[in-house]
């Protein structure tokens, strides 16, 4: 398994912008395909979006496209999540994921991964 480690989380105002880096370690990062979630308190966890290890498909939760953009820099090991034109909703918390499976498929379910981060908190407050 590869590890994960979040960060960038923090306190945003409504209508703000954030940007959430993940570093990987331990295993070649491109061969992962790597996917972004998130989880409020008393939800269960919620897919954010994801692509394919050579970063050729992405997907996108319904309430995310057009705002959220998933990158990542297979040299330096990270894949980004931008979020813009943050509402309340978007608070939780944020996990990077990754898995070494089938590279032509956009995996969406968390079951489908089996490295997590350990997370990092976005809560967006006036």
């Known amino acids: 398994q590869v590890q994960l480690v979040e960060s960038g989380g923090g306190l945003v105002q409504p209508g703000g912008s954030l940007t959430l880096s993940c570093v990987a370690s331990g295993r070649t990062f491109s061969n992962y395909n790597m996917g972004w979630f998130r989880q409020a308190p008393g939800k269960e966890r919620e897919f954010v979006a994801a692509?394919?290890?050579?970063?050729?498909?992405?997907y996108y939760g319904d309430s995310m496209r057009g705002r959220f953009t998933i990158a990542r820099d297979n040299a330096k090991n990270t894949v980004y999540l931008k979020m813009n034109s943050l509402i309340a909703e978007d608070t939780a918390v944020y996990y990077c994921?990754?898995?070494?499976?089938?590279?032509?498929?956009?995996?969406?379910?968390?079951?489908?991964?089996?490295?997590w981060g350990q997370g990092t908190q976005v809560t967006v407050s006036s």
């Open positions: 692509f394919t290890r050579r970063g050729v498909t992405t």
């Open positions: 994921a990754a898995n070494d499976k089938y590279e032509g498929f956009v995996y969406r379910l968390p079951d489908d991964y089996d490295s």
